[in-house]
């Protein structure tokens, strides 16, 4: 090991540098993505994109803030690829613009800007949208459906007329409907069986989309850009909730190892509950925070009538926050902790 | 009788400088519910005027003799008792619309805005004024509720006036939007209500930011010349 002696110089830590950085960490989950559903994601990316800066641009005129310092922060960017990953692939165009709007408007700017905000603005998109338009919100393309490129791009845009063959549900809504029209009388591993939803260990082709996300977390742990505690409170959440409850009824609540690579849980565990402005700013609390919110959202996930419920514990959590964050103050340095 | 300068206040207090939707935020039940749409909004708060009119008539004529410590409950029965006329009303005349605004008819007895002018305003003036300060507090909340009615009506649904048949029945609602616009239905759900009065309420700040600003700036100019020189 080598020995300096201080004074020693630290990189500067820009929002712009960890939001660079975020981006890079989505590539690996986008890349399984456009395997998995097609290229038509990089297009919703991109749409997703011209929407959140347009919407920033908007907000900071109105509020004469300089454009350049702001749009040039990344920050709109990564809440605008969130919204699309998040978002149906074959979502029509209008329906991110709708969710982007609402997500740099309403949740972001109207409570104070960057920094200010108490509630995750991806995720406010994502509720608003699924309760406006739950149709449109739930219809998944199949997995193995191979649509060129240019009918997925006359979906998105409005030139084909949306017709039921091209939606599914996803793995995770499938299962709820299919236990739910078995009465009793279905078990998890025969609706699992059907290999046109089911991959490995979890969705077909979902799952490698959620290593993905994963991978891209794991290095962002690795920069040192988000802390262990969310995620690893989020996966434990989720985890020890699917355990107990697999454990006592295998025939009707799935895998663990299924919930863990479904929906958003990968998503949520490494990009959304780490959001430095809306979640915990205590390890303790992040902890806290990801434990509740993993718990929250396989509850509404497995019990609710929404596809997925990691938004809504998200955003039920981000109310929480103030509260977790007075309780878990860590004691300062060179005070025993108050008892 | 009462002078036109009184009147006058007594006017925009009610539909602007007092707005009780936008200014004093009371009576937001009945606003969440019921202005889903442009008629529902109108026509209860039309109903909510006449209570409010003949309460406060009634209850500054009688102001001097109702004991002090029992007043509320005075007040609410004599509110009650007109609620229920209007509640009657509406079932006889309006039967459509009394089945869709429901519970929210009967509940302007609980509607903060009614007691609170009887409390705040009835109570303490002669009989004229206080039944011009109810008529003018309800036109501040009609237009009000027609607004945001109107508002959550054509971005939710992209039509106004549905319903207005149950009111007039040879009227059609107009379909504003084309008909294939979806609808945001967050617009018709309580959050929307919410967001848009929030809305209002910034756009009625603004404006009295603005005129207040402009009256100020004569008043300023000398004092910063004054500063230079």
Known sequence: MDFTTPPYLLKEASVQRVMLQVLAALLPGIGAYVWVFGPIILVQIAIATAAVLASEAFMLKLRNKPLGLFLGDGSAIVTGWLIALAFPPLAPWWLIVVGAFFAIVIAKHLYGGLGQNPFNPAMIAFAVCIVSFPALMSQWPPVDLKAGFADQLALVFGFAPRIDVMSGATPLDALKTALKLGEGNTTVATVMANAQTFGYFAGKGWEWIMVGYLLGGLWLWQRKIISWHGPAGFIAGIALIATVLWLWQPADFATPLFHLFSGGTMLGAFFIVTDPVSGCTTPKGKLIFGFAAGLLAYLIRVFGGYPDGVAFAVLLLNICVPLIDMYTQPPVFGHKGSK | ?229
């Not at chain 2, 305003?121 to 509720?145: C, E, H, R, V, Y």
């Open chain 2, 1 to 229: 009788m009462i002078a036109r300068e009184e009147f006058r206040q007594i006017a925009t207090n009610g539909i602007w400088k007092q707005n009780t939707s936008i200014v004093q935020i009371l009576g937001l039940c009945p606003l969440l519910a019921v202005t889903t749409n442009l008629v529902n909004g109108a026509m209860l708060s039309l109903a909510t005027i006449v209570v409010m009119a003949i309460s406060g008539l009634a209850i500054a004529s009688l102001r001097n003799f109702i004991p002090h410590e029992i007043r509320i409950p005075v007040f609410i029965l004599i509110v009650a008792a007109l609620v229920t006329v209007v509640d009657l009303l509406f079932n006889a005349n309006l039967h459509e619309l009394y089945l869709v605004l429901g519970i929210f008819i009967p509940l302007i007895v609980t509607n903060c805005i009614v007691l609170a002018r009887v409390e705040a305003f009835a109570n303490k003036n002669p009989p004229i004024q206080s039944t011009f300060d109810g008529i003018f507090m309800g036109i501040g909340m009609l237009w009000t509720l027609s607004l945001l009615g109107g508002l959550r009506e054509l971005i939710g649904g992209g039509t106004l006036f549905s319903g207005i048949d149950m009111v007039f029945p040879g009227l059609q609602p107009l379909q504003v939007l084309p008909k294939d616009y979806p609808g945001l239905l967050l617009a018709i759900l309580p959050p929307g209500a919410f967001i848009l009065l929030g809305c209002m309420i910034a756009w009625k700040n603004w404006i009295e930011a603005r005129a207040a600003a402009r009256q100020q700036r004569p008043a300023l100019t000398p004092a910063i010349d004054g500063n230079n020189a």
